[in-house]
């Protein structure tokens, strides 16, 4: 077997996605032979096992966890397919200068950048634009976040077979809705009037801040190899 290089940069080990995430490496190895990680060990592993690790830390199942965040980033159009940290929005301050000029420029490569920028990067600090994910009654999926309305929420779908392990699902709108019904005029949207209710009217709420949740795990991680304990 090779050995590791000393600086792995954006390849990560099963033991940096379990630091990355709070997890363990059997939780990593689980959400791995359930197809859902993207298996490049790369900057897309860590942001998808950091957001499942984010479900686990505020009680819910691993495999629920891991069925929600893999049907929403169907919902989603970002440059890496997984859910977004919000790092990008550094680049301009940052500049083109900040990033290793031969590698494909990834959230690993703002974070490393902005760990030297104390005036732009604070750890551990949530931002308003953060995409976030509340789960109702261990049902109903609701996601807010964004540069324009980050307070809007959103229905996403239904959980079915929270208690059942192996056996949960997520059915997303986009597979219980008609196409007509996924772009529609604003104040004009039923089917997430329709919805409302189900958020006035919970008994619990489990939320998570995605974003937030991958950015923690950067600095766990960079904490880590750099020999400094997390706070």
Same mark, same amino acid.
């Given at each position: 077997m @090779?050995? /590791?290089p000393k600086d792995p940069a954006d390849v990560f080990s099963h033991?940096?996605?379990?630091?990355?995430?709070?997890?363990?490496?059997?939780? !990593?190895q689980l959400m791995a032979?359930? =197809? %859902? %990680? @993207?298996?490049?060990? =790369?900057?897309?592993? #860590?942001? /998808?096992?950091?957001?499942? &690790?984010?479900? !686990?830390? $505020? &009680? $819910?199942?691993? %495999? !629920? &966890? &891991? /069925? !929600?965040? +893999?049907? %929403? *980033?169907?919902?989603?159009n970002q440059s890496?397919? +997984? *859910?977004?940290?919000? #790092?990008?929005?550094?680049d301009r301050k940052l500049g083109p200068a900040a990033f290793p000029s031969d590698r494909e420029i990834s959230d690993y490569w703002r974070h490393r950048a902005l760990l030297s920028r104390p005036d732009l990067y604070r750890s551990g600090e949530a931002f308003s634009s953060d995409f976030r994910v509340e789960i109702v009654d261990r049902q109903h999926v609701f996601t807010s976040g964004g540069i324009v309305e980050a307070n809007v929420r959103t229905y996403e779908g239904r959980i079915e077979g929270w208690e059942r392990g192996s056996d949960v699902f997520f059915h997303s709108i986009f597979e219980t809705s008609q196409p007509d019904q996924w772009n529609v005029p604003p104040g004009q949207d039923h089917l997430q009037e329709a919805s409302q209710p189900l958020f006035a009217n919970a008994v619990g709420v489990l939320a998570i801040n995605g974003s937030l949740a991958i950015r923690n795990g950067l600095d766990r991680l960079a904490n880590h190899r750099a020999g400094k304990v997390s706070p």
């Open positions: @090779p050995r /590791r033991s940096d996605l379990a630091i990355a995430s709070n997890t363990t490496k059997r939780s !990593v032979d359930n =197809g %859902l %990680l @993207p298996g490049d060990r =790369g900057i897309r592993d #860590l942001k /998808r096992i950091c957001v499942i &690790g984010a479900f !686990v830390s $505020a &009680g $819910a199942p691993i %495999l !629920v &966890g &891991g /069925r !929600v965040v +893999e049907k %929403l *980033l169907w919902s989603l890496d397919g +997984e *859910l977004p940290s919000r #790092l990008i929005d550094f």
